[in-house]
């Protein structure tokens, strides 16, 4: 078993070591490629800046040579360009042979003090950030750029070759010939020169995109760098502010607390407080983060903080306006106040408690508590209530009555939103709450009153105002008491002549019901009538019909 086990450790310390050697044998096989894609480069290079070199001295030679100041002026300016074209293959020739960018070891001359120039200072480092985020494809867009402009000179000065080597070829003149190989010549070395800018663009190209990863590796690469850098700097920070703000906003609930026991009541100073409070909440949160960024030498979230309170100090200055009329409204000396009742979608609220988060509530609508940012009261206004006043017109369990749309039925939920109402026959309505307060509900269960018209001939005018209206009331008492049964009582009963017609007695018959009763509504509206008919017939009292006279017109004779 020992023997087996030490067997598969030494096959595993085999694989490793072969692993480790053909890693080592791939990194040397690499590193020499790029040895040797570096010196071709830097042959290229050598060339051209010898090249340049020739041109220069020749140039030398014409200044020398010029017959006027025009011409001097002229081959001076070529001359400073082949020498500034020079000194730029020189430093691209040190940095290939050195691996770095040789432009960081080179000073930068003192400039006079120039405000925009010190904005643009402090902003560096932002830009200076994206720009190294985007570093990698910029490098590669010029890379490329600059080989297409290379390929073309080539192929210009190709062109230029060999139309010097057709005219070569026909002259005929000496002296012509020599000028076109002179001609020639600098051709030559302007092919040759972007030949060998070609190779190098073409062999730095192939090194950049042999060192890109791919999408997947550049955005865990990213990520992994901002985590381990600003990313745990912006957790810090951000960890302190949270922090910080809470710590603060405890002690302002302690202070309230206590402040609210001691005078019973929020006073205007009590408010005052608490609004200092959240201002100094945020504003030592702020400085907290502030800090973190500073201990942790991060310029780059510290500018962009600056920027973000910058925009919010610059936002608040338009909002100043709205910021006092909100103001008021939390030192409770705006037109809304708390303990006060105020009307807010259609249903009266009372302002339980007055702050950036106002609380208002209706106990009379289940969840009839709304929280909401103390903007929303700006444009209200509110007033005080006595403790008689009803919150709304029915509660669950209520039969009520609405004008329009016309139903009845009894209340089975009310919210701040909708109204549900079974109506008679066990269906089920729901109305939204401003349609149900439009519509005037009357509520039965607290007692109602039916009328009904009645109506008997003129044979009986001489009991009208006597006997009948007491026949007529102790009739409905005992009748309708008896469709009552326990379900309600018959309060009041009365029968008047409400109006004597040309062939009617006209009565109006009031009836009044207990709250119990409202189930019945329109069963007794229609008992009325079915008693009254019997009495009558009992009584032997005349019903007129309803008399149409119609009169035939003469005719001309």
């Known amino acids: 078993m020992v023997l087996h086990w030490f067997r598969n450790l030494l096959t595993v310390l085999a694989v490793i ?43 030398d030679a014409l200044i020398e040579q010029a017959a006027n100041e025009a011409q ?20 691209q020739f040190e940095e290939v042979a050195g691996g770095v960018d040789t432009t960081l070891f080179t ?13 643009l200072a402090i902003l560096k480092p932002l830009f200076s950030e994206l720009q190294r985020v985007t570093s990698g494809p910029r490098e590669l867009d010029r890379l490329e750029e600059e080989l297409d402009l290379q390929s073309t000179l080539k192929a210009q000065a190709r062109s230029a070759l060999q139309s010097l080597d057709s005219l070569v070829a026909a002259s005929p003149d000496g002296h012509l010939t020599g000028k076109l190989e002179a001609v020639r010549d600098r051709w030559q070395r302007r092919y040759d020169d972007a030949g060998n800018q070609s190779l190098v663009l073409s062999n730095q190209l192939n090194v950049r995109l042999a060192e890109r990863e791919s999408i997947t590796d550049n955005l865990r690469l990213a990520f992994t760098d901002f985590v381990r850098s600003r990313g745990i700097h912006f957790l810090f920070g951000v960890l302190a502010f949270v922090g910080v703000y809470f710590f603060v906003r405890l002690i302002h609930r302690a202070i309230a607390a206590r402040m609210v026991m001691q005078t019973g009541e929020r006073s205007i100073y009590t408010r005052f407080i608490d609004v200092a409070l959240h201002v100094l909440a945020f504003l030592l949160a702020l400085l907290a983060l502030v800090f973190v960024f500073i201990l942790t030498n991060d310029f780059v979230l510290l500018l962009l903080t600056a920027i973000f309170v910058a925009g919010l100090a610059w936002g608040g200055v338009k909002l100043i306006p709205a910021l006092l009329d909100e103001l008021r409204l939390v030192l409770n000396l705006g037109p809304v106040r708390e303990g006060e009742r105020v009307i807010y979608g259609g249903i009266p609220w009372r302002v339980d408690n007055l702050g950036f988060q106002t609380h208002l509530s209706n106990p009379s609508l289940t969840g009839g508590r709304v929280t909401m940012p103390v903007r929303g009261l700006v444009d209200m206004q509110s007033r005080p209530f006595a403790h008689s006043e009803r919150w709304f017109p029915c509660s669950p369990g ?29 269906s ?21 009153r039916l009328n009904r018209p009645f109506s008997i001939g003129h044979d009986h005018r001489e009991e009208a105002a006597g006997s009948i209206p007491h026949i007529m009331e102790q009739a409905l008492r005992d009748g309708l008491q008896q469709v009552l049964a326990s379900r309600g009582r018959v309060i009041h009963v009365a029968a008047r002549i409400e109006e004597v017609g040309r062939s009617t007695l006209d009565y109006n018959i009031e009836a009044d019901f207990s709250g119990e009763a409202a189930e019945l509504y329109e069963e007794l509206g229609r008992q009325i009538a079915m008693i009254l008919v019997r009495l ?19 005719k001309d004779a």
Do not use: Y
């Open 17 to 59: 070591l072969s692993l480790h050697l053909d890693l080592s044998a791939s990194a040397e096989t690499r590193q020499t490629e790029d040895t040797a894609i570096r010196i071709a480069s830097l042959s290229a290079l050598l060339n051209s800046i010898n090249s340049k070199l020739l041109e220069i001295d020749e140039m």
């Open 72 to 91: 001097r002026a002229d081959l001076l300016r070529k001359a400073n360009a082949l020498q500034s074209e020079k000194t730029n293959l020189e430093r």
């Open 107 to 119: 000073a930068d001359e003192p400039v006079a003090f120039d405000l925009q120039s010190e904005a």
């Open 398 to 426: 209520d039969w009520i009555r609405l004008e329009a749309p016309m139903l009845m039925g009894k209340v089975l939920c009310q919210t701040p939103e909708f109204i549900e109402v079974r109506l008679l026959g066990g």
């Open 428 to 448: 089920r309505q729901t109305i939204s709450t401003s349609t149900f307060l439009g519509g005037c509900p009357a509520n039965l269960s607290e007692g109602f």
């Open 536 to 554: 009558a017939n009992h009584e032997q009292w005349t019903i007129p019909n309803q008399q149409i006279t119609l009169h035939q017109a003469a």
